[in-house]
């Protein structure tokens, strides 16, 4: 593969890109007055308006043939292929697999992995059934009422997302809480008001290891216990397992039979569909839950065969790369248009930061080009009354994606029609901004003019769809999913793997025992860090 910066395509860009600057989105919109309905892409139910960026046809022409030349196409039937393209890790790629048909084939070391996928689907659909019956019975045989998720990372993000995104169609009568943080104000708040012999907690830990999980997990072992009288013989009713770690997961008192595995194939930050989903089922039903599969597979196929000028999340990620490399744009910014989706900026945050926040090739090579952008984001209109000051005025160029839908899932007098129209204006404010003429013409003051000019030609997407609902949720997940693998493919670099997570973990390890020694310990950090721990365990432990 030809390093990026020698790609035809590339060096086309950058001669592009110095005329494409300084146009401006007023200038492009005149002089096309189809612009507007012409830059529109409409998929799966998932309608896209990209007139709002600095672009043209040709540079859309040139971003296409960018992926053409970085292979993208290739890629993508490799990942569909079940070929290991997380090189660091020789693993397979394969959350697609975990939406696919139960009659597909898809090859992982010559085994179809799909019949493994849809058995523990229909386990936890089985579990799910008998939970949201009543059929389960706790310790005391009473029937379970509240579900706690203790896991971090792809384990606590997803599921937090999709059971916020998805609480209308949630089961009302069930509590549903999720810890995370090794921090115990995290695991105390969440409990606080349940019963112990109500209450079901899910521990997703793919190897029944991870130090904020399992000490999460230990201490709701022990919180249950105590309610319920000590008895061990309780935590096979009130503790069920996603791992595949079967004699850890036994060690701890639960039943392996409600242990719910998934694979190696499956990386933590793209597993929500897998049995990590398990909370996210238990709160909306297997119905809703495979409706979500499927929003994820339409768009898994759309991703898979449209041509890149016509496929949405291969769009939206060469949009991407055409601010962050040319443009120099540090962030994006992601505006849902729906209280039920205000933890979706925090998801996406891990779906592209970790998968593309990297500075070397696949080949171990020093990028020579800006990567992963900072995504974040807040539900409008919100953000309006606060952040929105710095995307209109601000010095910064961020990209924004507003994201809305033609019906509420809560009508409500005006509201919606006032939240749409919110949506409407603000990509609007942000193309075309206001003149100093057009202030002058308000009668403003000249001393004041220029503190109420907007410059405009800040760029956006709008995604609409028709009401949030589960297979929208899937659709627009595996939007973002497939918009990041193909800013991965055009870089160059493993969006599979996590590096860079590991060093601050082997070093918290170290630290661990210097910090509940009762003796002082000898330290070997840098002199920052021994002064740190030094002043902590002083404080902490003033007897020691």
């Known amino acids: 593969m030809t390093a990026l910066p020698r790609r035809q ?16 989105l007023r200038t492009l919109f005149a002089e096309d007055p189809e612009r507007g309905t012409r830059l529109t892409i409409e998929a799966v139910g998932l309608f896209l308006d990209y007139s709002k960026n600095r672009i043209t046809d040709d540079t859309i022409r040139l971003l296409v043939q960018l992926a053409e030349e970085s292979g993208l196409q290739d890629r993508i039937e490799a990942m569909f292929r079940g070929e290991k393209i997380n090189i660091t890790e020789n693993r397979a790629v394969l959350h697609v697999a975990l939406r696919a048909p139960r009659d597909t084939s898809i090859m992982v070391d010559g085994e179809n992995v799909v019949p493994k996928v849809h058995a523990v689907l229909d386990r936890m659909t089985e579990f799910s059934n008998r939970i ?7 310790h005391t045989g009473k029937r379970i009422r509240n579900v706690v998720n203790i896991g971090i990372g792809g384990s606590d993000l997803g599921p937090v997302m999709a059971y ?10 069930m509590t549903f809480r999720f810890v995370s943080n090794v921090d115990a104000t995290d695991f105390k708040e969440a409990v606080r008001d349940l019963h112990a012999d109500e209450t079901l907690f899910i521990v997703s830990s793919k190897t029944f290891t991870t130090l904020e999980t399992m000490t999460n997990a230990n201490s709701a072992r022990d919180w249950s216990l105590t309610g319920l009288g000590g008895d061990p013989s309780s935590v096979a009713k009130h503790f069920v397992a996603v791992s595949t770690n079967a004699e ?4 701890f008192g639960i039943d392996t039979a409600n242990m719910f595995p998934f694979w190696d194939w499956v990386g933590g930050r793209y597993s929500m569909f897998s049995a990590i989903g398990l909370s ?3 709160a909306i039903g297997p119905d809703h839950f495979h409706a979500m599969l499927d929003g994820c597979h339409q768009m898994d196929e759309h991703f898979r065969t449209a041509p890149i000028a016509e496929n949405l999340p291969a769009l939206m990620g060469l949009l991407t790369i055409w601010y962050v490399d040319f443009f120099r744009a540090e962030t994006v910014a992601v505006l849902p248009y729906d209280q039920y989706l205000k933890r979706f900026p925090a998801y996406l945050q891990q779906l592209a930061m970790e998968s593309n926040g990297k500075h070397v090739t696949r080949e171990g090579k020093r990028v020579a080009y800006e990567t992963s952008p900072v995504y974040w984001g807040e539900p409008g209109t919100n953000g309006q009354h606060s952040f929105y000051q710095l995307i209109h005025q601000g010095t910064r160029l961020i990209p924004c994606d507003f994201i809305g839908f033609q019906h509420s899932l809560n009508p409500l007098g005006r509201h919606h029609e006032l939240l749409m129209a919110n949506v409407f204006a603000q990509a609007e404010a942000l193309a075309f901004g206001k003149t100093a003429e057009e202030v002058k013409q308000e009668g403003t003051p000249d001393w004041l003019v220029p503190h109420r000019v907007f410059e405009g030609n800040r760029p956006s997407n709008t995604l609409l769809a028709e009401r949030l609902n589960p297979e929208v949720l899937g659709k627009l997940v595996a939007l973002y999913e497939h918009s990041v693998f193909t800013q991965g493919i055009v870089w160059h670099i493993d969006s599979f793997d996590q590096w860079g997570v590991e060093l601050g973990k082997v070093l918290a390890q170290r630290i661990i025992p210097e910090l509940e020694s009762t003796e002082e310990p000898p330290l070997h950090h840098d002199s920052s860090t021994n002064n740190l721990i030094r002043r902590h365990r002083a ?6």
Not at 9 to 14: E, N, R
Not at 164 to 173: I, N, P, Q, T
């Open 9 to 24: 395509a590339w060096k086309a860009l950058q001669a592009h890109y110095k005329n494409a600057r300084h146009m401006h």
């Open 280 to 282: 996210t089922m238990l």
């Open 248 to 251: 850890a997961v036994a060690k």
């Open 132 to 138: 949201r019956s009543g059929a389960w019975k706790g």
């Open 164 to 173: 916020e995104a998805l609480k209308h169609y949630s089961e009302r009568d």
């Open 539 to 544: 404080k902490a432990r003033p007897n020691t």
